[in-house]
């Protein structure tokens, strides 16, 4: 019977030695360092079986996410498919922010929160994790998608709500928060294969110009936000200027914040009264 070491020699002459590694903790069910503390140990034929497939499945370019399943977003394990975006590292500096503010601008007591266009629910659900006086609603249009949201909820044990809608479009209801990772990359932008034959484009694919889906959301936002309100965006590295002046054509009266990732791009956009 193969042993963990002869295991990760397999992976490591087919794939990246971190991603061989990664894949046979997760079947191991230990991390990547606790893996190598076993290399002694057996590996049953049909978790080698499986092993081989999702090496397979990484050499034709799926992601890894994918094939295990799961990823780590603000400290929550959530399930991914190809049903949903797999949640970035720039979101979660979203959410920090988001969070900051909230704080700032809402200091007590509870708050009604939307999080348009949720996906795997990540940034609803991460929000709720930290703030439990957050009433969060998670909005998807794709039924799939809010079928792993309410997965991730039910797993990390949170009460939250569920719409299926198109963004803002006929909903009456009134928040004082509304956050959103909307689709922003352009119809014709070049990406990364590994993004663009793997994820879904309804969550990857804003226009022509990639601005559709904030258009879609602030042309309707006034009928949807409280006197006193926090809108929330990430956005694309390009992309402030142009959102400036949609925030511009369909709000008034408002302050506004364009904050930096950790690389100095312009990814995150605050809106508040």
């Known amino acids: 019977m193969m042993k963990v070491d002869d295991a990760i020699v397999y992976g490591k002459s087919k794939v ?6 990664m894949l046979l903790a997760d079947l191991m069910d230990v991390n990547s360092l606790e893996l190598l503390t076993m290399l002694d140990e057996e590996v049953e034929e049909d978790v080698f079986n499986t092993y081989k497939y999702r090496v397979d499945e990484l050499r034709k370019g799926r992601p890894i996410q994918y094939i295990i399943g799961t990823v780590n977003f603000c400290g929550n394990i959530l399930e991914v498919n190809e049903n949903v975006l797999i949640p970035r590292f720039e979101t979660e500096q979203l959410v920090e922010n988001t969070i900051s503010k909230i704080n ?9 929160l939307i999080d348009l266009g949720t996906g795997s629910g990540a940034i609803g659900l991460a929000i709720k994790k930290k703030m439990d006086r957050a009433n969060v609603t998670l909005l998807d ?17 949170l009460n939250v709500k569920y719409i299926i809608n198109d963004m803002l479009e006929n909903l009456s209801n009134k928040y004082d928060v509304i956050i959103s990772n909307p689709p922003y990359i352009k119809n014709d932008e070049e990406i990364e294969d590994i993004v663009k034959n793997n994820e879904p484009h309804l969550a990857l694919y ?10 879609k959301i602030l042309r309707h936002v006034k009928e949807n936000i409280n006197d006193h309100y926090l809108i929330a965006f990430e956005i694309g590295d390009t992309q402030k200027e142009d959102i400036l ?7 008034s009266n408002y302050n506004v914040e364009c904050l930096q990732d950790y690389s100095n791009r312009d990814r995150m956009i605050f809106i508040y009264n």
Do not use: Q
């Open 245 to 251: 002046s949609l925030i511009a054509k369909y709000l």
């Open 141 to 157: 249009i794709s039924e799939p998608a809010m079928e792993v949201a309410k997965r991730n909820a039910n797993n990390l044990g």
């Open 104 to 112: 700032e601008l809402f200091p007590t007591g509870e708050f009604d």
């Open 16 to 21: 990246h030695s971190d991603l061989a590694k």
């Open 206 to 215: 804003g226009g022509v110009d990639g601005l559709d889906y904030y258009e």
